[in-house]
């Protein structure tokens, strides 16, 4: 298995794992720590990390094939 191809075997909810769960970690180590330069800069590291999966998603290609079987379900 390629490291590129990595996340094309994991499932839908690993993925939304993979985008969220940093962010959390992030907010977590805010409200445990305060607000320091270390918690702010994982917190704009993470955010960077959930805009980035959410922008790469539709090129996946799981995500390209439910696209093109979209049309089967439109009238």
């Known amino acids: 298995m390629l490291p590129g191809n990595l996340l094309d075997d994991l499932s839908p909810h690993a993925r939304v794992a993979t985008a969220v769960l ?5 907010m977590l180590v805010r409200l445990l720590f305060g607000r320091t330069r270390t918690a702010g800069w994982l917190i704009t590291i993470s955010t960077v ?3 980035v999966n959410v922008l790469v998603a539709p090129y996946s290609e799981g995500m390209r094939s439910d696209i093109r079987n979209l049309g089967r379900y439109l009238p």
Request: net charge neutral.
């Open 49 to 51: 990390w959930f805009a």
């Open 22 to 26: 940093p962010f959390v970690v992030a």
